[in-house]
């Protein structure tokens, strides 16, 4: 308690320390208590609750250095387990002047010009399942450098490298899985060697005409599945480890932004490509190019966004056994594959493994095509702001609708009311997922 009371004290003598010597010092935050109830058929009816809270701290001369941190600190129940963290989101200095900036620290980089598809974003871990109304929350930020280079107004080179992998949070942590499969995945900073990552970005401003292009070596954020271990001592009730590991990849791609009144639009050009070869590997996916087109329209009080993403995945082969999650085996079937002569049951359900990491980057099918959409309009002078999100993907028929009612009575206060609706084709990822994903919300949000 008294270490607390400390850190608390330090917090409100430093802005009193800085005033003096004539620097800026601007804290900031907000206090936040957030439910979440079930809409889908999962075991508990009150999905999350939670209070949360974050202080904001920025530091600048306004001529040579700037500093940020955002201290995050959550308790309640989320997914049927106890919460109760305290994360340092971000936490990092800059030194800079009129050619280049430095900053050191845990840090959010985004990149990329597209907003609902975002294959350019290569820095920015995800948690995936972490609940708030606001989906910005979901970021969490990596310990990296990033060197930044202007050369005149029209150019800007941005050099960004990352000594650990610090993988994305996916959406497995709350499925049910069979009694005989143990999932274990990764989490926090990795420090193995070689997971490194570095990338190079350079934008161009050219008038109502910007474009950039960048490269990328490093893990994916996404960890791939392998499996660890297969005991078929039982054969028809085996155990089954699995595990969520890191592959490496080499990743490039351009974007562009432009005004063809009235509308603003982007496109993006993505090509991934593991270092392994996938054969034989099947936490390793395959190389692919991705697209995207996107449209942003501002008529009076309303913002409309529209995105259409595309993918060819390369050198692609149907899987040939479903994935070991999301299926219900048929024990007939079963039966007839363990008594072919030379049927290996670890290859198969390695087999299983790599269909079910295919699943989960959108890979069982050679092409995808996906939709986006978003509406918010500014209501009763900011006041009223209501949105609606809206995603599809044409070839595995993901759909996720999410609809949000944001109310702000008194300035700093807002109350937040909304929806996130997952469905999907039976056995596809939203299907695995709509159970615990489905839920109403509601929040109320305090700035200071």
Not at 231 to 257: C, K, Q, R, W
Not at 276 to 303: C, H, I, M, R, Y
Not at 307 to 332: C, H, N, Q, R, W
Not at 388 to 410: C, G, H, I, Q, W
Request: net charge negative; aromatic share 14%.
């Amino acid at each position: 308690m008294v270490r607390r009371f400390s850190i608390v004290f330090l917090f409100l003598l430093v802005p009193l320390v800085m005033t003096a010597q004539e620097k800026t010092f601007t804290p900031g935050g907000f206090i936040r208590g957030g439910l979440y109830l079930s809409t889908g058929d999962y075991e508990h009816d009150i999905n999350a609750a939670f209070a949360d809270a974050a202080l904001t701290l920025t530091a600048t001369d306004n001529l040579s250095y700037k500093s940020f941190a955002d201290l995050r600190v959550r308790l309640g129940r989320q997914f049927g387990d106890n919460v109760s963290d305290i994360t340092v989101r971000e936490a990092w200095g800059m030194y800079y002047n009129g050619f280049m900036s430095l900053s050191l620290g845990k840090k959010i980089v985004k990149w990329g010009r597209t907003d609902l598809f975002t294959p350019l974003s290569r820095f920015n871990p995800t948690d995936y399942i972490y609940r708030s109304p606001d989906f910005e929350d979901r970021d969490m930020g990596n310990l990296l450098g990033e060197l930044t280079l202007n050369a005149g107004s029209r150019f800007r080179l941005s050099i960004v490298a990352t000594p650990f992998w610090n993988p994305s949070l996916l959406m497995t942590a709350p499925l049910e899985l069979p009694q005989n499969i143990t999932l274990e995945m990764p989490g926090g900073l990795d420090p193995a060697d070689g997971l490194h990552s570095y990338g190079f970005r350079g934008d161009f401003m050219l008038g109502c005409f910007d474009a950039g292009i960048q490269f990328f070596h490093g893990p994916d954020l996404t960890p791939g599945l392998t499996l660890t271990g297969a005991d078929y001592s039982d054969p028809m009730n085996p155990t089954i480890s699995i595990t969520g590991v890191p592959y490496v990849i080499n990743h490039a791609g351009l974007d562009f932004e432009t005004v063809l009144s009235p509308f603003v639009v982007r496109g993006t050009l993505a090509w991934s490509n593991p270092i392994e070869d996938k054969e034989g590997n099947e936490e390793v996916p395959f190389s692919q190019v991705e697209w995207v087109a996107a449209l942003d329209w501002t008529p009076g009080a309303v913002w409309i966004t529209a995105e259409y993403s595309g993918k060819k995945v390369l050198d692609f082969y149907p899987s040939p056994y479903d994935p070991i999650i999301g299926t219900e085996p048929d024990m007939a079937d079963l039966a007839e594959l363990f008594n072919t002569p030379g049927f290996d049951p670890v290859e198969f359900t390695r087999m299983q493994t790599e269909a079910f990491g295919r699943l989960y980057n959108n890979q069982m099918h050679q092409y995808y095509h996906s939709a986006g959409l978003r509406f918010e309009a500014d209501l009763l002078y900011g006041r009223l702001i209501p949105s609606m999100t809206a995603l599809y993907n044409f070839t595995s028929r993901d759909l996720l609708l999410m609809p949000v009612v944001e109310f702000k009575p008194a300035d700093g206060l807002t109350l937040s009311a909304g929806l996130e609706h997952y469905s999907g084709a039976k056995g596809g990822l939203y299907d695995i997922i709509d159970d615990f994903m489905k839920a109403a919300f509601f929040s109320l949000k305090i700035e200071f």
